[in-house]
């Protein structure tokens, strides 16, 4: 049996964008000011000093970037509403109209190609305005402000968006997108006078998670009956090996487990509607949630989003070490360096499908075999690669070897019985990688940013996706 004709007929093959990554045209529709915009004008903040304005122009190119979609063949296409295009001040106040009507055209023109719209409500970026206000997701009313941003999506696009995320990455957002954090990823403006930096992930875990479940049961209550939608939550998923055999190591991974991926899903997802028991032991100032809240939190999620791109192997750390990050000393685990190939060169990224499988088969026993949607999964340019001529960088073998493992990995996952209903290339384009600015480049097709159009051209893996989905529909009669 090859390898596409493994899926299931209803199996959603899917591609991605997130709106910041890609669209540009900051001014246009009336789009108010992002914490995105706030981070590249600081002097020296992203990797490779673009210009600010420096984009795909996927606002202005979306006929384009749909054609392309249509080309590869992709059952579905998951991108994110602009939270500041659509509400420029963050809250009801002021509605661009002009937004909500962009966003149905591409909704509209997937349609017309039969591609299946899967809509990120908050990707990393948030209107200044509230940020400003009290930072982000440790803000109560920002919370607020958002779930009235997901009524009004609801409202405005439901008839046409039947696949609906709130977070994108909610375990990542909440170490790297509120405050600055010693030794990890830092994806929002400084700022220091923001107290209590040690309790603000889970501070804003907290209120993330309520904020989603007030934004699942919104739907649920409103718009479930009219409209027929489902909603997930998206979680960064990395799955982490023990060092060695020892209990020791067995029970620091069990602990990098809770507080790298299980933390802001068990909640909704077990009985119990609250975080790990390692983390409610470890740390007294957790916020509790109260029983109401709990009842509200479990079970709010039709399907969980993961995007996967690599594992760990950890340990046990001794009495007398330092770690190097807060996670990891509130935790008490640290990374060991894994035997996986780090396929793209020295970057954080490696190539572990035994981790997703893993993974999958894990989330299968802990959580109720719930439905995963892979909602990310893809490798970077090879490092230097920009040196090389245009036809060596768009013959990206080490990608498709990477996508072939990784969709190996989903098939063997559904043999073994995991609920796995789709897989999520990221990312269609090569775009801005957030700190990493575009010196890092995932896009299964090319763009040429020193060109006035951007010119978008299909990499080799994106032939290779295109070939694989044709087989996958053939093999099913769906073309
Ligand atoms: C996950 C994020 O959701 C996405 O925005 C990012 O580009 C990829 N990881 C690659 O780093």
Same mark, same amino acid.
């Given at each position: 049996?090859?390898?596409?004709?493994?899926?299931?007929?209803?199996?959603?093959?899917?591609?991605?964008?997130?709106?910041?990554?890609?669209?540009?045209?900051?001014?246009?529709?009336?789009?108010?000011?992002?914490?995105? $915009?706030?981070?590249?004008?600081?002097?020296?903040?992203?990797?490779?000093?673009? @210009?600010?304005?420096?984009?795909?122009?996927?606002?202005?190119?979306?006929?384009? $970037?749909?054609?392309?979609?249509?080309?590869?063949?992709?059952?579905?296409?998951?991108?994110?509403?602009?939270?500041?295009?659509?509400?420029?001040?963050?809250?009801? %106040?002021?509605?661009?109209?002009?937004?909500?009507?962009?966003?149905?055209?591409?909704?509209?023109?997937?349609?017309?190609?039969?591609?299946?719209?899967?809509?990120?409500?908050?990707?990393?970026?948030?209107?200044?305005?509230?940020?400003? @206000?009290?930072? %982000? =997701?440790?803000?109560?009313?920002?919370?607020?402000?958002?779930?009235?941003? !997901?009524?009004?999506?609801?409202?405005?696009?439901?008839?046409?968006?039947?696949?609906?995320?709130?977070? @994108?990455?909610?375990?990542?957002?909440? =170490?790297?997108?509120?405050?600055?954090?010693? &030794?990890?990823?830092?994806?929002?403006?400084?700022?220091?006078?923001?107290?209590?930096?040690?309790?603000?992930?889970?501070?804003?875990? *907290?209120?993330?998670?309520?904020?989603?479940?007030?934004?699942?049961?919104?739907?649920?209550?409103?718009?479930?009956?009219?409209?027929?939608?489902?909603? &997930?939550? *998206?979680?960064?998923?990395?799955?982490? /090996?023990?060092?060695?055999?020892?209990?020791? $190591?067995?029970?620091?991974?069990?602990?990098?487990?809770?507080?790298? /991926?299980?933390?802001?899903?068990?909640?909704?997802?077990?009985?119990?509607?609250?975080?790990?028991?390692?983390?409610?032991?470890?740390?007294?100032?957790?916020?509790?949630?109260?029983?109401?809240?709990? +009842?509200?939190?479990?079970?709010?999620?039709?399907?969980?989003?993961?995007?996967?791109?690599?594992?760990?192997?950890?340990?046990?750390?001794? $009495?007398?070490?330092?770690?190097?990050?807060?996670?990891?000393?509130?935790?008490?685990?640290?990374?060991?360096?894994?035997?996986?190939?780090?396929?793209?060169?020295?970057?954080?990224?490696?190539?572990?499908?035994?981790?997703?499988?893993?993974?999958?088969?894990?989330?299968?026993?802990?959580?109720?075999?719930?439905?995963?949607?892979?909602?990310?999964?893809?490798?970077?340019?090879?490092?230097?690669?920009?040196?090389?001529?245009?036809?060596?960088?768009?013959?990206?073998?080490?990608?498709?070897?990477?996508?072939?493992?990784?969709? +190996?990995?989903?098939?063997?996952?559904?043999?073994?019985?995991?609920?796995?209903?789709?897989?999520?290339?990221?990312?269609?384009?090569?775009?801005?990688?957030?700190?990493?600015? /575009? !010196?890092?480049?995932?896009?299964?097709?090319?763009?040429?940013?020193?060109?006035? +159009?951007?010119?978008?051209?299909?990499?080799?893996?994106?032939?290779?996706?295109?070939?694989?989905?044709?087989?996958?529909?053939?093999?099913?009669?769906?073309?």
């Amino acid at each position: 049996m090859s390898l596409p004709t493994r899926f299931p007929k209803n199996f959603k093959l899917a591609t991605a964008t997130a709106a910041y990554q890609i669209e540009g045209a900051k001014e246009l529709d009336g789009r108010g000011i992002s914490t995105w $915009d706030a981070i590249r004008s600081e002097y020296g903040r992203i990797r490779d000093d673009s @210009n600010p304005t420096l984009s795909c122009e996927g606002r202005l190119k979306y006929k384009e $970037d749909v054609a392309l979609l249509a080309k590869i063949g992709v059952t579905s296409y998951r991108f994110s509403i602009s939270w500041s295009r659509i509400l420029p001040n963050g809250t009801l %106040s002021e509605i661009n109209k002009e937004a909500i009507q962009y966003y149905r055209d591409v909704c509209l023109l997937l349609r017309d190609n039969g591609i299946e719209p899967i809509v990120t409500l908050f990707h990393f970026d948030m209107p200044l305005a509230i940020y400003d @206000n009290g930072t %982000s =997701w440790l803000n109560k009313e920002n919370c607020e402000h958002f779930v009235k941003f !997901a009524d009004l999506c609801f409202r405005e696009f439901g008839d046409l968006v039947k696949t609906w995320i709130t977070f @994108n990455e909610i375990n990542m957002q909440a =170490w790297s997108s509120v405050v600055k954090i010693q &030794g990890e990823l830092w994806l929002c403006p400084d700022r220091p006078e923001i107290e209590n930096h040690e309790q603000a992930p889970y501070i804003a875990a *907290t209120n993330m998670l309520l904020t989603h479940a007030k934004i699942y049961r919104n739907y649920e209550k409103n718009y479930k009956e009219t409209q027929d939608g489902i909603i &997930g939550i *998206t979680n960064g998923g990395r799955f982490c /090996f023990p060092a060695s055999d020892s209990p020791d $190591d067995q029970a620091a991974r069990n602990r990098a487990l809770d507080w790298l /991926f299980n933390y802001t899903i068990e909640p909704i997802l077990t009985d119990s509607g609250d975080f790990p028991a390692t983390m409610r032991e470890k740390l007294p100032f957790l916020p509790k949630f109260t029983d109401e809240e709990k +009842e509200m939190i479990k079970g709010s999620t039709d399907f969980l989003g993961i995007n996967y791109y690599l594992s760990h192997m950890v340990r046990d750390i001794s $009495d007398d070490e330092t770690p190097t990050s807060q996670s990891e000393r509130d935790a008490s685990y640290a990374f060991v360096e894994g035997k996986w190939e780090k396929i793209c060169g020295e970057t954080w990224v490696r190539y572990a499908p035994d981790g997703l499988l893993a993974l999958l088969k894990y989330v299968k026993e802990k959580y109720n075999n719930i439905p995963v949607f892979i909602t990310e999964n893809g490798c970077m340019n090879l490092i230097g690669e920009e040196e090389k001529k245009e036809e060596d960088i768009l013959n990206d073998k080490h990608r498709i070897k990477y996508i072939t493992g990784h969709l +190996e990995a989903v098939a063997k996952a559904i043999d073994n019985g995991c609920n796995v209903i789709g897989y999520t290339l990221w990312t269609l384009m090569d775009n801005f990688e957030w700190d990493d600015g /575009f !010196a890092v480049k995932f896009g299964i097709c090319r763009v040429d940013f020193e060109s006035p +159009e951007k010119t978008r051209t299909m990499k080799q893996s994106a032939k290779y996706y295109q070939t694989f989905i044709r087989e996958f529909k053939k093999h099913h009669n769906l073309l």
